[in-house]
Nanobody, 115 residues
Framework: VQVVESGGGLVQPGGSLRLSCTASGFTFSSYDMRWYRQTPGKERELVARIPGAGGSTNYADSVKGRFTISRDNAKNTVYLQMNSLKPEDTAVYYC?????????WGKGTLVTVSS
């Protein structure tokens, strides 16, 4: 099992960025996928979650209305569209999958929101 994030970078406040996570080694459409983020000195925070077949999604209160999680099961990829970015969104963003009770994390992609 492998999950690999991409799409991080430097963006100005108010800007947008789309993160991607490409998965392999399991039946992608059968499993929930999640995005987490972490800043130095803080615990990893759940940002968004999407069920295997898509549909009902969940978001942290801090990103509701600004971030959108989606998935393309034909491409084994989950996305995180981030709009109206704020400096407090600066973090390393991680993709996560729980496969047969084992957690799999990507290496993360850094998002920096700064002018």
């Amino acid at each position: 099992v492998q999950v690999v994030e991409s799409g991080g970078g430097l963006v100005q406040p108010g800007g947008s960025l789309r993160l991607s996570c490409t998965a392999s080694g399991f039946t992608f459409s059968s499993y929930d996928m999640r995005w987490y983020r972490q800043t130095p000195g803080k615990e990893r925070e759940l940002v968004a979650r999407i069920p295997g077949a898509g549909g009902s999604t969940n978001y942290a209160d801090s990103v509701k209305g600004r971030f959108t999680i989606s998935r393309d099961n034909a491409k084994n990829t989950v996305y995180l569209q981030m709009n109206s970015l704020k400096p407090e969104d600066t973090a390393v963003y991680y993709c996560y999958a729980l496969i047969q009770w084992r957690a799999y994390w990507g290496k993360g992609t850094l998002v920096t929101v700064s002018s």
